[in-house]
């Protein structure tokens, strides 16, 4: 069942367009993470998940019902944590807490709570106002978190979160996926994305470049890098291999053939090369490559 | 009705500080009243300028501030326009303070529709209000016992108090709804303060206007304040016409309100 529904969606302020076109689908249980760079639409695609801003066109579904007619008890079973946390700063984090528990109608379990500000060492008797970046963050996660949602949306969740808190949430999200909640992640962190997420969507100037799964990327595609005073481009072509970057003394492709097929044929070179090196492709490769065919294709 | 909760937390000092300040300036201009009419203030004359003029400002009977409630009447309409701008800024603020501060992210994450966002803060600020209202006018009707001339009635005074005080409540709703309605509007409330000040003092002169021509009479019906200036609250009672065109502007304010907050894109 998707959680999360997008179908043609589009955003515009004015005469500018934000979101154009954008469609994909987020099943229940999965890691979803969503990235592209600064101003690629990527909060706004949030604000009209969350119903903040209504769609200039297409339609979203969250647990099964469209938004914006989705009703409150679709609502409760949302959590959100946003990118700029900006909550009551007058209100003691405690007071925030019961708050929120006493919007979803829940009495919150005392241990819970306990548990939460234990392990993201929130000072409750604090006011919101006078906490640092970090640790209003981690209030806002912990109000995202409390009222056991189905569905977490998150932007920009790590940050001004030390390491160890990191961590620590990144352990607590993955018990949740465990239980069979469905997380959708929006980050500029690369590496998070690529340890956490099983699936991907790359979205950049409001359009949706592709969506991907994390473990078929990882899988399929290596990246050999060749160093040596000839380069044997011709080839590597020969084996299927594609250029992706290329200096005097070092060239770098991409790979999907066997293994076994590349040794061979680096093996039967007759001038040597000083270093070669075989890697998973990661996803900042993934990005990267992404990004520069989409800017070739514009050009 | 947790925002309702919430609201009414966030406002609280900000109503006791207006109780205390406008309890303060009551105490401190009846208390001017035995002076004021031991030096012969209702013999000053004022026969130089316009009658209309004299309306206009509601110096039209010099006789009746030898009295508490002509005195009262006259002093306290300044108080009705410090009145009129704290709803209109509770009003302003209600819904534009939520989108300026960010605030909005955690309250529209919530299980919460719009429709109870602008519910229950009309609630709660209706209600404010309607607390700042009553102990200000308990505190004027005590202050006038007080300082009361011999020979005044208490009961005459005690009616007059009572006309005053539901007045002036409505004329307090209308402008907190019109200023829900701008505030639903705004996606700021950086301007809500001058707005406030621009809508009393507008509808006020308005009302000024209204006074000084009588083919512009009907521009009084657009001055919320006129229909709760205690000087002719005491003298004519409860004009209902006035209450009932205060009372349509407050419907239509809510309802377009509602309907504006419920379509627009929040700034998150």
Redesign the interface.
């Known amino acids: 069942m998707s959680v999360i529904e997008l179908s043609h969606i589009s955003k515009r302020f004015g005469k500018f367009v934000a979101v154009n076109d954008l469609s994909f689908s987020v099943e229940q249980g999965e890691f979803f993470g969503f990235i592209g760079p600064n101003g690629a639409g990527k ?1 706004t695609t949030m ?1 009209m998940m ?5 769609c200039s066109g297409g339609e979203i579904s969250l647990l099964g019902k469209k938004v914006p007619q989705y009703d ?2 679709v ?2 079973r ?1 959590g ?1 944590v ?1 990118s ?8 003691r984090v405690q007071d ?1 807490i019961r ?2 528990l ?3 109608h829940m009495e919150g379990d005392k241990a819970e709570i306990d548990r939460y500000c234990d392990l993201f060492q929130i000072d409750r008797k604090k006011k919101f106002g006078d906490l640092s970046l970090g640790n209003k963050k981690k209030v ?1 996660l912990v ?2 978190l409390i009222h056991h949602p189905e569905l977490i949306i998150m932007d920009e969740p790590t940050n001004g979160l030390d390491p160890l808190m990191h961590a620590r949430l990144f352990r607590v999200l993955k018990e949740k996926q465990e239980q069979g909640v469905t997380i959708f992640l929006s980050s500029h962190n690369l590496k998070e994305v690529e340890d956490y997420c099983s699936k991907v969507a790359f979205i950049r100037s409001g359009q949706l470049i592709g969506v991907e799964d994390l473990s078929q990327i990882n899988k399929k595609v290596k990246v050999i890098t060749l160093k040596g005073e000839t380069l044997p481009l011709e080839q590597m072509q020969t084996i299927g291999a594609k250029c992706i970057k290329k200096e005097d003394h070092e060239a770098r492709f991409l790979y999907e053939g066997g293994l076994p097929q590349l040794f061979s044929t680096l093996s039967n070179l007759s001038a040597d090369l000083d270093d070669v090196s075989v890697a998973n492709r990661d996803l900042e490769e993934q990005f990267m490559s992404m990004y520069e065919r989409q800017e070739g294709e514009r050009l | 009705m ?2 309702f ?2 609201e009414c ?2 406002h609280i000092k900000t109503l006791l500080i207006w109780i205390i300040v406008v309890g303060l300036l009551t105490l401190g201009l009846v208390s001017l009243f035995p002076a004021m009419k031991d030096m012969g203030l209702q013999q000053m004359d004022l026969k130089s300028m316009p009658k209309e003029m004299l309306k206009a400002f509601n110096l039209s009977d010099m006789g009746l501030l030898a009295t508490i409630k002509g005195y009262f009447g006259y002093e306290y309409q300044y108080v009705m326009i410090a009145t009129g701008i704290f709803a209109a800024m509770l009003g302003t603020n209600a819904l534009s303070r939520e989108e300026s ?6 309250l ?6 719009r429709i109870s966002i602008i519910g229950q803060k009309m609630l709660a600020n209706s209600i404010l209000y309607t607390l700042y209202w009553i102990v200000s006018m308990a505190v004027a009707f005590l202050v006038c016992l007080i300082f009361k001339e011999s020979g005044a009635s208490v009961s005459n005074l005690f009616k007059a108090f009572s006309q005053l005080t539901f007045a002036g409540w409505v004329m307090g709703l209308t402008f907190l709804a019109v200023g829900f309605l701008l505030s639903s509007l705004l996606s700021s409330n950086k301007s809500a303060t001058s707005l406030s000040l621009g809508l009393v003092f507008l509808t006020f002169i308005l009302g000024v206007v209204g006074k000084l021509k009588e083919d512009f009479q009907a521009l009084v019906y657009f001055s919320p304040v006129d229909a709760a200036l205690p000087s002719a609250v005491f003298k004519n009672g409860i004009e209902w016409n006035y209450i009932v065109t205060d009372l349509i502007v407050i419907c239509i304010s809510c309802l377009l309100a509602l309907w504006i907050y419920r ?1 627009k ?2 700034k ?1």
């Open positions: 909060s604000n969350l119903n903040f801003i209504k409150l008890e609502k409760k949302i959100y946003p700029d946390v900006r909550f009551y700063p007058q209100l925030l708050y929120t006493d919007f979803h806002a109000c995202g | 947790t925002l909760r919430l937390k966030t501060e960010g605030t909005i992210s955690y529209y994450a919530q299980p919460i529709s379509r894109d929040l998150v």
